[in-house]
């Protein structure tokens, strides 16, 4: 059993399962969802391999991956969250911790981080968190994770209170998380205690966990805040348009913290 426990607001978030179509109900979530699929169909090291997929959640990433032919196992500390994630197919599901992974040296050839990185909110929690996915990631498979950028809850904070849709925090806490990266919102109904990086920071942590060597993704990148985004994800000429030039401009380092999230890659070698 591992150690280490989840935090509670955490948990409570994940339980009341809001996080469950996130990525499917909203053109934003749809947008996420599009671009995570696509990088990492380009970033995974071959067809049919043996993927983690940790903190997986009900397995929204884990059900097109088995999909796809690769074998998934999904990790993750939420107990009703696994029992989703288990009745898909192809998906063997587990409970447990980014920190401490139950599993041998060298047992998959992608380990995938789509959520953790959010949820530690110490340096030296989210170091050990990928210095165990890459001791379970074999010589030339892939680790991946994806984290919230700085600036993307001071965006948040603008874009709703230009509209009028959500009252969320105030001005001067979006100030405040933008300065500091620690986010903590009291209504659970939009989100839950983060940490926002900045991208330099993110590969930091990478190369402390030993993986100096990585590439750095922008997913939205500055497209995500459109306010017609809506139709640009729903109408096929215009979200192939989308597409085609965000893999144009999704590693350019000036650009990267323009992006709500951002996707770090790293291939493991001996």
């Not at 599993?103 to 949820?119: K, T």
Request: hydrophobic share 40%.
């Amino acid at each position: 059993m591992s150690e280490w426990q989840l935090d509670a607001d955490i948990e409570t978030y994940y339980e009341r399962g809001g996080e469950r179509e996130r990525l499917k109900a909203k053109a934003r979530g749809r947008f996420e969802f599009t671009r995570m699929q696509d990088i990492l169909r380009r970033v995974l090291p071959g067809d049919g391999v043996d993927v983690l997929d940790v903190g997986g959640a009900t397995g929204v990433h884990s059900e097109w991956l088995a999909a796809d032919g690769h074998a998934v196992t999904l990790l993750d500390p939420v107990e009703s969250q696994v029992a989703e994630a288990a009745k898909l197919p192809g998906v063997t599901a587990l409970v447990g911790d980014a920190r401490e992974l139950p599993f041998e040296d060298d047992s998959f050839d992608a380990v995938l981080l789509m959520g953790p990185l959010y949820h530690l909110m110490e340096a030296e929690q989210r170091v050990r968190a990928l210095a165990e996915a890459k001791r379970c990631t074999r010589s030339g498979g892939v680790v991946a994770a994806a984290t919230i950028n700085r600036t993307a809850g001071w965006c948040d904070w603008l874009m709703w209170n230009s509209e009028k849709t959500i009252h969320t925090l105030s001005a001067e806490e979006s100030l405040r998380v933008l300065r500091e990266g620690d986010l903590r919102y009291h209504d659970q109904d939009i989100f839950t205690t983060a940490y926002l990086h900045h991208p330099g920071e993110v590969a930091d942590e990478f190369a402390k966990a030993g993986m100096g060597s990585h590439t750095q993704y922008a997913v939205q990148g500055f497209p995500g805040y459109i306010p017609q985004l809506e139709a640009l994800i729903d109408i096929d000429e215009l979200r192939d348009q989308l597409m085609d030039g965000l893999r144009i401009i999704e590693t350019e380092p000036s650009l990267l913290g323009a992006s709500n999230h951002l996707l770090t890659v790293a291939a493991v070698s001996d």
